[in-house]
Protein backbone atom coordinates (compact mmCIF):
# COMPACT_ATOMS: atom_id res chain seq x y z
CA UNK A 1 0.00 0.00 0.00
CA UNK A 2 2.92 2.03 0.85
CA UNK A 3 4.06 2.07 -3.28
CA UNK A 4 0.39 2.41 -3.98
CA UNK A 5 0.12 5.55 -2.26
CA UNK A 6 3.27 6.84 -3.43
CA UNK A 7 2.12 6.62 -7.18
CA UNK A 8 -1.42 7.86 -6.06
CA UNK A 9 0.95 10.79 -5.30
CA UNK A 10 2.14 11.74 -8.58
CA UNK A 11 -1.96 11.63 -9.87
CA UNK A 12 -2.86 13.56 -7.35
CA UNK A 13 -0.37 16.42 -8.91
CA UNK A 14 -2.19 16.01 -12.51
CA UNK A 15 -5.50 16.21 -10.68
CA UNK A 16 -4.71 19.35 -9.32
CA UNK A 17 -3.08 20.16 -12.14
CA UNK A 18 -5.77 19.48 -15.30
CA UNK A 19 -8.01 20.96 -12.91
CA UNK A 20 -6.52 24.07 -12.83
CA UNK A 21 -5.69 23.96 -16.93
CA UNK A 22 -9.72 22.93 -17.76
CA UNK A 23 -11.16 25.58 -15.25
CA UNK A 24 -8.88 28.43 -17.01
CA UNK A 25 -8.65 27.23 -20.36
CA UNK A 26 -12.84 26.88 -20.33
CA UNK A 27 -12.87 30.30 -18.49
CA UNK A 28 -10.29 31.94 -21.59
CA UNK A 29 -13.07 30.65 -24.25
CA UNK A 30 -10.70 27.98 -25.02
CA UNK A 31 -12.32 24.68 -25.01
CA UNK A 32 -9.69 22.94 -28.14
CA UNK A 33 -7.13 23.74 -25.79
CA UNK A 34 -9.11 22.06 -22.71
CA UNK A 35 -9.46 19.22 -24.88
CA UNK A 36 -5.59 19.19 -25.33
CA UNK A 37 -4.69 19.31 -22.21
CA UNK A 38 -7.16 17.02 -20.97
CA UNK A 39 -5.38 14.48 -23.68
CA UNK A 40 -1.82 15.04 -22.42
CA UNK A 41 -2.68 14.50 -18.70
CA UNK A 42 -4.33 11.61 -19.24
CA UNK A 43 -2.06 10.23 -21.40
CA UNK A 44 1.13 11.24 -19.36
CA UNK A 45 -0.35 10.27 -16.10
CA UNK A 46 -1.02 6.42 -17.46
CA UNK A 47 1.97 6.21 -19.08
CA UNK A 48 4.29 6.93 -15.85
CA UNK A 49 1.39 4.29 -13.92
CA UNK A 50 2.56 1.73 -16.74
CA UNK A 51 6.19 2.49 -16.45
CA UNK A 52 6.03 1.98 -12.70
CA UNK A 53 3.88 -1.01 -12.81
CA UNK A 54 6.45 -2.59 -15.20
CA UNK A 55 9.05 -2.03 -12.57
CA UNK A 56 6.99 -3.51 -9.98
CA UNK A 57 6.27 -6.72 -12.00
CA UNK A 58 9.91 -7.43 -12.75
CA UNK A 59 11.27 -6.60 -9.26
CA UNK A 60 8.06 -8.53 -7.80
CA UNK A 61 10.90 -10.74 -6.17
CA UNK A 62 13.45 -8.27 -4.75
CA UNK A 63 11.30 -5.09 -3.71
CA UNK A 64 8.89 -6.98 -1.02
CA UNK A 65 12.12 -7.20 1.35
CA UNK A 66 11.79 -3.57 1.81
CA UNK A 67 9.07 -3.76 3.59
CA UNK A 68 9.15 -6.63 5.77
CA UNK A 69 11.54 -9.57 6.47
CA UNK A 70 8.88 -11.82 7.33
CA UNK A 71 8.37 -14.47 4.92
CA UNK A 72 4.97 -15.09 4.53
CA UNK A 73 4.49 -11.26 3.93
CA UNK A 74 6.74 -11.47 1.30
CA UNK A 75 5.19 -14.24 -0.52
CA UNK A 76 1.57 -12.75 0.11
CA UNK A 77 3.24 -9.31 -1.41
CA UNK A 78 4.35 -10.83 -4.54
CA UNK A 79 1.66 -12.60 -5.21
CA UNK A 80 -0.54 -9.55 -4.95
CA UNK A 81 1.47 -7.50 -7.50
CA UNK A 82 0.03 -8.03 -10.37
CA UNK A 83 -3.14 -6.62 -8.43
CA UNK A 84 -0.93 -3.93 -7.28
CA UNK A 85 0.20 -2.94 -10.96
CA UNK A 86 -3.50 -3.20 -12.06
CA UNK A 87 -4.46 -0.94 -9.03
CA UNK A 88 -1.03 1.85 -10.20
CA UNK A 89 -2.60 1.69 -13.77
CA UNK A 90 -6.36 3.10 -12.61
CA UNK A 91 -5.44 5.17 -10.28
CA UNK A 92 -3.04 6.48 -12.52
CA UNK A 93 -6.16 7.31 -14.91
CA UNK A 94 -8.84 8.02 -12.43
CA UNK A 95 -7.34 10.85 -10.31
CA UNK A 96 -6.58 13.14 -14.03
CA UNK A 97 -10.38 12.18 -15.38
CA UNK A 98 -11.64 13.73 -11.86
CA UNK A 99 -9.67 16.68 -12.13
CA UNK A 100 -11.09 17.43 -15.47
CA UNK A 101 -14.81 17.26 -14.09
CA UNK A 102 -13.73 19.27 -11.23
CA UNK A 103 -12.15 21.90 -13.65
CA UNK A 104 -15.58 22.18 -15.70
CA UNK A 105 -17.03 22.78 -12.31
CA UNK A 106 -18.61 19.24 -11.98
CA UNK A 107 -17.94 19.32 -8.38
CA UNK A 108 -21.14 17.84 -6.88
CA UNK A 109 -20.99 14.82 -9.94
CA UNK A 110 -17.31 13.63 -9.16
CA UNK A 111 -18.59 13.17 -5.81
CA UNK A 112 -21.44 11.31 -5.96
CA UNK A 113 -19.33 9.48 -8.83
CA UNK A 114 -17.33 8.77 -5.99
CA UNK A 115 -19.65 8.29 -3.12
CA UNK A 116 -21.72 5.47 -5.27
CA UNK A 117 -18.92 4.04 -7.05
CA UNK A 118 -16.77 3.15 -4.17
CA UNK A 119 -18.68 3.42 -1.29
CA UNK A 120 -21.83 1.64 -2.52
CA UNK A 121 -20.33 -0.75 -5.38
CA UNK A 122 -16.66 -1.21 -4.50
CA UNK A 123 -16.54 -1.43 -0.74
CA UNK A 124 -19.80 -4.00 -0.30
CA UNK A 125 -18.91 -6.05 -3.18
CA UNK A 126 -14.82 -6.10 -1.82
CA UNK A 127 -16.31 -7.24 1.33
CA UNK A 128 -18.66 -10.25 -0.08
CA UNK A 129 -15.60 -11.28 -2.01
CA UNK A 130 -13.11 -10.82 0.49
CA UNK A 131 -15.24 -12.68 3.78
CA UNK A 132 -18.62 -13.91 1.79
CA UNK A 133 -16.76 -15.92 -0.87
CA UNK A 134 -13.10 -16.41 1.04
CA UNK A 135 -10.81 -14.43 -1.01
CA UNK A 136 -9.40 -12.72 1.77
CA UNK A 137 -7.17 -9.72 0.90
CA UNK A 138 -7.61 -10.60 -2.54
CA UNK A 139 -11.41 -10.44 -2.40
CA UNK A 140 -11.26 -7.17 -0.34
CA UNK A 141 -8.80 -5.45 -2.61
CA UNK A 142 -10.04 -6.74 -5.80
CA UNK A 143 -13.68 -5.08 -4.89
CA UNK A 144 -12.75 -1.95 -4.35
CA UNK A 145 -10.30 -2.07 -7.53
CA UNK A 146 -13.81 -2.84 -9.03
CA UNK A 147 -15.14 0.64 -7.92
CA UNK A 148 -12.44 2.21 -9.17
CA UNK A 149 -12.92 0.44 -12.51
CA UNK A 150 -16.26 1.84 -12.30
CA UNK A 151 -15.68 5.39 -11.54
CA UNK A 152 -13.08 5.43 -14.24
CA UNK A 153 -15.58 4.16 -16.84
CA UNK A 154 -18.49 6.65 -15.46
CA UNK A 155 -15.73 9.35 -15.47
CA UNK A 156 -14.43 8.34 -19.00
CA UNK A 157 -18.02 8.30 -20.01
CA UNK A 158 -18.86 12.15 -18.52
CA UNK A 159 -15.56 13.38 -20.20
CA UNK A 160 -16.27 11.96 -23.60
CA UNK A 161 -19.65 12.62 -24.32
CA UNK A 162 -19.38 16.77 -22.96
CA UNK A 163 -20.18 19.64 -25.30
CA UNK A 164 -16.78 21.46 -24.47
CA UNK A 165 -17.79 24.46 -26.57
CA UNK A 166 -21.06 24.56 -24.29
CA UNK A 167 -18.81 24.46 -21.41
CA UNK A 168 -16.85 27.59 -22.68
CA UNK A 169 -19.71 29.32 -22.83
CA UNK A 170 -20.82 27.98 -19.43
CA UNK A 171 -17.77 29.68 -17.45
CA UNK A 172 -18.08 32.79 -19.39
CA UNK A 173 -21.75 33.45 -18.25
CA UNK A 174 -20.42 32.30 -14.72
CA UNK A 175 -17.87 35.25 -14.79
CA UNK A 176 -19.69 37.53 -16.13
CA UNK A 177 -22.38 36.61 -13.28
CA UNK A 178 -19.60 36.77 -10.79
CA UNK A 179 -17.93 39.92 -11.66
CA UNK A 180 -15.01 38.27 -14.33
CA UNK A 181 -14.49 39.98 -17.38
CA UNK A 182 -16.80 42.68 -17.35
CA UNK A 183 -17.39 44.49 -21.01
CA UNK A 184 -14.60 41.76 -22.40
CA UNK A 185 -15.85 40.35 -25.58
CA UNK A 186 -18.19 37.15 -25.65
CA UNK A 187 -16.31 33.89 -26.78
CA UNK A 188 -18.20 33.80 -29.97
CA UNK A 189 -16.86 37.41 -30.85
CA UNK A 190 -13.28 35.99 -29.72
CA UNK A 191 -13.80 33.01 -32.28
CA UNK A 192 -15.05 35.49 -34.90
CA UNK A 193 -12.01 37.50 -34.73
CA UNK A 194 -9.55 34.41 -35.14
CA UNK A 195 -11.43 33.23 -38.05
Do not use: H
Not at 52 to 62: E, F, G, Q, T, Y
Not at 174 to 183: A, D, L, N
Amino acid sequence: MNILGWTVMVTLGMNAAISVRVSNELGAGNPRTAIFSLGVAVITSFVIGVIVSIILIAARNDYPSLFSSDTSVEDLVKKLTALLAFCIVMDSIQPVLSGVAVGAGWQAAVAYVNIACYYLFGVPLGLIMGYKLGWGVEGIWAGMVCGTILQTIVLFFMVYRTNWSKEASIAEDRIRTWGGREGSETIDQKNDVEK
